[in-house]
């Protein structure tokens, strides 16, 4: 899957957390996309089964949709709590993170959650 539909189920996984409920304009303002914009991101969502939208526009995770969702938003978790460790400022933490979480390998990522584990529980 690509950067931009990995970011869209990571900001409807976001949303579902904060509403319960999320339509295509909560979308379009928590990332100030247009409306036309997110409409065509989640009709490609749709047609790789990673959404369901219903009668209504609310649109629900498929298990698919869910589980890259929730893989992309524990690297952008993971990674940021890393950064500000590490002495970077949150704003730039949360930014670096958000373009490093579509990158990573899995076994780069693994390494690090790994190491970070480790040091906790040294701790």
């Known amino acids: 899957m690509q950067r931009s539909g990995e970011m869209y189920l990571e900001t409807i996984l976001i949303l579902i957390k904060q509403k319960n409920t999320v339509r295509a304009v909560d979308i379009a303002e928590s990332i100030g996309y247009s409306k036309a914009s997110v409409s065509r991101a989640l009709s490609k969502l749709k047609k790789s089964a990673c959404i369901l939208v219903d009668a209504n526009g609310y649109i629900a995770l498929t298990e698919k ?30 930014a670096d993170a958000c373009k490093i979480e579509h990158d990573i390998s899995d076994r780069s990522f693994e390494a690090i959650k790994k190491h970070i584990e480790q040091k906790c529980r040294q701790k």
């Open 65 to 94: 949709g869910r589980q890259i969702a929730e893989k992309i938003y524990e690297r952008h978790v993971v990674l940021s709590n890393m950064l500000v460790a590490l002495g970077v400022d949150e704003e730039t933490a949360l």
